[in-house]
Every structure is written in structure tokens, then in C-alpha cells.
């Protein structure tokens, strides 16, 4: 089993190798990036209710505030004139939306932290989606560059400074046999020359050997 465990990790870690040439970081990025942006157009949205909520409240709120002012001045107008029923029944009414002024306070304050930490939220994300950019640039830079610098290496590993001085050495030793063949050609030549003029030498003179013909008929 332990055999068959360790293939199989060897065979995972080339996978993995293989998927990790495949993969282009940049193309990754950019996905990165899109699926960012997606999720900060999602919140947007569903941030847009809870951030109206916060208006609608607010106005709930200013209503109740203003009602509560209203009966209050109602309250000692009837004082004033000394109708103690009236002056009652203006009062509850200021009670009442003095505890409405409480509640909705109470909602708005909620509501309204529960907005700002949605829009720190929004905002960390945008700033997110602003570096993760620069980097992406920065990164599609650097990836080119080594792309390049790749494919520079690998026609250069191609020219094998071994191999080629093997073949120098081979077109030497081509050029030096002719050289040699040439010359040995010439020393051929100048044998070939030397050995004539001997020859010569030994050459008959017929017109010395018909006077020696003639002498020796006399």
C-alpha cells in the first residue's frame, strides 16, 4: 500500500505541475478581478434596501420629533388658558410620540451602524479591487518580461557552444586535409619536373649518333 500511496502522490504532483504551466497568473488575476467586481455590484444592491431603510427611518424619525414639539406647545397653550382636560389629553398624545421619537431613535441608531459598517465593508472592497488592478499591471510587466526572457534562454540553450566547437573542429581538420592534399599535389608536380630534366640528360642526340655512325663507315 505504501508503494501504491507514493505513485500516487508522485502522479498528483505532476498533475499539479502540469496545471500550474498551464495556468497564466495574469488570466487568473483577471478573473480574480471580475469576480471581485461581481461581488461588490451584489452588496451594492443589497445594501441599497438597508441604506434606505436608514432614510426612511430618518424621516420617521423627524415626523415623530415634530409631533412631539407640536403637542408640547399644545400642551402649555392649554395650560395657559386653564383647560387642565385639554391640556391632558395634548399630553398623552406628546408622550406618545415622545416614545415613537424613542423607538424610531433606537431604529435609526441600528440601522444606521449596521449602513456604515456596509459602506467600510464596500469601500475596503473597492480599494481591494484598486490595488488587486495596479498589481495585475505590475504582474502582466513582469510576466511578459519573463516570457521573453524564457524564450530568449531557450533559443540560446538550443545553440550548444559544445557541439559547435565540435563542428569547428571537424570544418578544421576538412580544411587542413585539403591544404595538406594541395601541397602534396605540388610536391608531385616538382618531383614529376626534377625527373624530366633527367631524363633529358639521358636523352639520345641523334644527330651526334648519325656522325658517329658515319665516322665508324669510313
Do not use: W
Not at 519573463?146 to 569547428?168: F, M, P, Q, R, Y
Request: with cysteine; charged share 40%; hydrophobic share 35%.
Amino acid at each position: 500500500m505504501g508503494i501504491f500511496k507514493r505513485v500516487s502522490n508522485m502522479m498528483k504532483a505532476k498533475v499539479n505541475n502540469t496545471l500550474d504551466e498551464m495556468e497564466n497568473p495574469i488570466e487568473l488575476l483577471d478573473q480574480k478581478i471580475r469576480d471581485m467586481e461581481e461581488s461588490l455590484n451584489k452588496a451594492k444592491v443589497s445594501s441599497a434596501q438597508i441604506l434606505g431603510n436608514v432614510h426612511e427611518i430618518e424621516k420617521k424619525l423627524e415626523k415623530a420629533k415634530l409631533e412631539a414639539e407640536d403637542f408640547d406647545s399644545k400642551v402649555k397653550l392649554a395650560v395657559k388658558a386653564g383647560n387642565d382636560e385639554l391640556a391632558k389629553k395634548a399630553l398623552e398624545r406628546k408622550l406618545e410620540a415622545d416614545k415613537r421619537c424613542e423607538s424610531l431613535k433606537k431604529s435609526y441608531d441600528d440601522a444606521a451602524q449596521k449602513a456604515k459598517i456596509i459602506k467600510d465593508k464596500l469601500r475596503t472592497l473597492e480599494e481591494e479591487i484598486t490595488k488587486t488592478r495596479s498589481y495585475r499591471d505590475e504582474a502582466a510587466a513582469r510576466f511578459n518580461n519573463a516570457e521573453a526572457t524564457k524564450k530568449v534562454n531557450e533559443v540560446l540553450s538550443n545553440v550548444d557552444a559544445g557541439s559547435n566547437s565540435i563542428n569547428i573542429d571537424d570544418i578544421e581538420r576538412k580544411i587542413e586535409r585539403k591544404e595538406a592534399m594541395a601541397e602534396g599535389l605540388g610536391d608531385l608536380r616538382v618531383e614529376d619536373s626534377l625527373d624530366k630534366e633527367f631524363e633529358k640528360l639521358n636523352e639520345v642526340n641523334l644527330d651526334d649518333e648519325l656522325a658517329k655512325y658515319k665516322n665508324n663507315s669510313k
